[in-house]
């Protein structure tokens, strides 16, 4: 059985951030459809967010120019991909210019590289998904907007990017149990990235993840706005998985599904300054579905805030999966309502039906939580359901107040099958493994 254990530890002094979004600057266009030399880059000074301006080394290629409408109505697929492929082919720094105050409808775009030389797409005004679901196929249902294969890739511009989820989520198996669960796309996606930053953006409203960083290395997301309605299904704020050396700072995420999704073969990524709620909180995992191996290892979250969430800090594993997570800090954290504010699961299940019991599992280890205070809305303020043939390890909490909200009672510990390693202060006992 699973023993309980009440606890109260004292919290240190928690230094929080002043968090603010930027925006970035504007600008009108004056472009050609060749690109512009220095002598019309003054036109376009503003165009690229914080810190790229237009400059006369780069040239910019405007949409407008390629045949956009930019009236939200007419596709516009083909003058950004049109765009992408000149500035791509460019020797110069180039610029992909989404012009401010227009919305650009797309369908389904793929960007690739190599590139000659790194690119900005300076997204001012919005793009705007087709509303029509049938514009996707079975074969390309999982995208919307990808980057593929580029190295040195900005994406920037205080524009917006906009999802047109509602027409998604109606049909999704989690709001109609009665429809077949089918995959919906995700807004923005990055693949085989290098060098990549993405920053002073507000994605809206995504079909489903809204932003996903996958096979990538040496990555920034820096001051992005992420929303949707809490009730949304399935719409992740930033998804990463396969990719090391990521830094996420200064984000402001409102979901119906995580704020982020940590996944398998993250390697070395630090989060910092971040606000997270509604949503399902901070996930590490699903790992190991499906009898996989997972692998994720030096994964630092620091200084968040969390409102309203389903959880607060989480590594979730199925069972009969392998390999490892390890090396993980949760700290400097504020949870406001969090429902389960610490949680540790080697058993999760989220299959129509009752997953089976199996004897191995992704080992969980050396995972901290500390500094981290605030109100639950449920006794079990740390729940530990471990593996009983893969018992989670060196598990340290220190410096723990999580109190029920509007003070009615005291808040517990669940703990089954975990391995605590003590520091500084932590509960009243260490929690060994249970049956």
Same mark, same amino acid.
């Given at each position: 059985?699973?023993?309980?254990?009440?606890?109260?530890?004292?919290?240190?002094?928690?230094?929080?951030?002043?968090?603010?979004?930027?925006? /970035?600057?504007? +600008?009108?266009?004056? $472009?050609?459809?060749?690109?512009?030399?220095?002598?019309?880059?003054?036109?376009?000074?503003?165009?690229?967010?914080?810190?790229?301006?237009? /400059?006369?080394?780069?040239?910019?290629?405007?949409?407008?120019?390629?045949?956009?409408?930019?009236?939200?109505?007419?596709?516009?697929?083909?003058?950004?991909?049109?765009?992408?492929?000149?500035?791509?082919?460019?020797?110069?720094?180039?610029?992909?210019?989404?012009?401010?105050?227009?919305? &650009?409808?797309?369908?389904?775009?793929?960007?690739?590289?190599?590139?000659?030389?790194?690119?900005?797409? /300076?997204?001012?005004?919005?793009?705007?998904?087709?509303?029509?679901?049938?514009?996707?196929?079975?074969?390309?249902?999982?995208?919307?907007?990808?980057?593929?294969?580029?190295?040195?890739? $900005?994406?920037?511009?205080?524009?917006?990017?906009?999802?047109?989820?509602?027409?998604?989520?109606?049909?999704?198996?989690?709001?109609?149990?009665?429809?077949?669960?089918?995959?919906?796309?995700?807004?923005?996606?990055?693949?085989?990235?290098?060098?990549?930053?993405?920053?002073?953006?507000? %994605?809206?409203?995504?079909?489903?993840?809204?932003?996903? %960083?996958?096979?990538?290395?040496?990555?920034?997301?820096?001051?992005?706005?992420?929303?949707?309605?809490? +009730?949304?299904?399935?719409?992740?704020?930033?998804?990463?998985t396969r990719s090391?050396?990521?830094?996420? +700072? !200064?984000?402001?995420?409102? $979901?119906?599904?995580?704020?982020?999704?940590?996944?398998?073969?993250?390697?070395?990524?630090?989060?910092?300054?971040?606000?997270?709620?509604?949503?399902?909180?901070?996930?590490?995992?699903?790992?190991?579905?499906?009898?996989?191996?997972?692998?994720?290892?030096?994964?630092?979250?620091?200084?968040?805030?969390? &409102?309203?969430?389903?959880?607060?800090?989480?590594?979730?594993?199925?069972?009969?999966?392998?390999?490892?997570?390890?090396?993980?800090?949760?700290?400097?954290?504020?949870?406001?309502?969090?429902?389960?504010?610490?949680?540790?699961?080697? !058993?999760?299940?989220?299959?129509?039906?009752?997953?089976?019991?199996?004897?191995s599992a992704v080992?969980?280890? !050396?995972?901290?939580?500390k500094n981290i205070?605030?109100?639950?809305?449920?006794?079990?303020?740390?729940?530990?359901?471990?593996?009983?043939?893969?018992?989670?390890?060196?598990?340290?909490?220190?410096?723990?107040?999580?109190?029920?909200?509007?003070?009615?009672?005291? +808040?517990?510990?669940?703990?089954?099958? /975990?391995?605590?390693?003590?520091?500084? $202060?932590?509960?009243?006992?260490?929690?060994?493994?249970?049956?």
């Amino acid at each position: 059985m699973a023993s309980r254990l009440v606890f109260l530890a004292p919290l240190l002094v928690v230094l929080f951030m002043s968090s603010a979004l930027g925006a /970035a600057g504007t +600008t009108s266009d004056g $472009t050609s459809a060749g690109g512009v030399s220095s002598s019309s880059s003054s036109n376009a000074a503003d165009a690229a967010a914080r810190g790229s301006s237009l /400059a006369s080394s780069q040239s910019v290629f405007s949409l407008d120019c390629y045949g956009a409408r930019g009236d939200g109505r007419h596709d516009d697929t083909r003058a950004l991909a049109k765009a992408w492929t000149a500035a791509c082919a460019s020797s110069r720094p180039a610029v992909v210019l989404v012009p401010k105050g227009k919305r &650009y409808l797309l369908k389904l775009v793929s960007l690739s590289g190599p590139c000659k030389s790194s690119v900005v797409v /300076a997204v001012q005004g919005t793009l705007v998904a087709s509303p029509n679901r049938a514009d996707w196929g079975d074969k390309d249902r999982r995208h919307w907007i990808v980057f593929r294969g580029v190295n040195k890739l $900005t994406v920037n511009g205080g524009g917006a990017i906009d999802g047109n989820g509602d027409k998604w989520w109606q049909h999704s198996c989690k709001i109609n149990k009665a429809l077949p669960c089918k995959e919906a796309p995700t807004a923005l996606s990055f693949h085989y990235c290098t060098n990549l930053r993405v920053e002073d953006l507000k %994605i809206a409203n995504s079909q489903q993840i809204h932003m996903s %960083i996958e096979d990538c290395t040496t990555v920034q997301l820096a001051r992005l706005s992420i929303t949707a309605p809490g +009730t949304s299904p399935n719409t992740d704020g930033i998804h990463i998985t396969r990719s090391k050396d990521v830094q996420v +700072t !200064n984000c402001k995420i409102k $979901t119906g599904d995580d704020c982020m999704s940590i996944e398998n073969g993250t390697h070395n990524l630090h989060v910092s300054n971040v606000v997270c709620g509604p949503g399902h909180g901070i996930s590490i995992g699903s790992l190991g579905d499906d009898n996989s191996r997972a692998e994720v290892s030096g994964i630092t979250i620091d200084m968040v805030k969390l &409102y309203g969430t389903t959880n607060g800090a989480r590594i979730k594993t199925y069972q009969g999966g392998s390999g490892y997570a390890k090396d993980i800090t949760f700290q400097n954290m504020i949870m406001d309502c969090v429902k389960n504010p610490i949680i540790i699961d080697q !058993n999760y299940c989220d299959k129509a039906k009752p997953c089976k019991a199996q004897g191995s599992a992704v080992e969980v280890s !050396n995972v901290v939580f500390k500094n981290i205070r605030g109100s639950t809305i449920t006794k079990d303020a740390i729940k530990m359901n471990c593996s009983k043939n893969v018992p989670c390890h060196g598990i340290t909490l220190q410096n723990i107040d999580l109190k029920m909200e509007g003070g009615k009672g005291a +808040t517990e510990s669940t703990c089954q099958n /975990a391995k605590w390693r003590k520091s500084g $202060t932590v509960l009243p006992q260490p929690c060994t493994a249970k049956n």
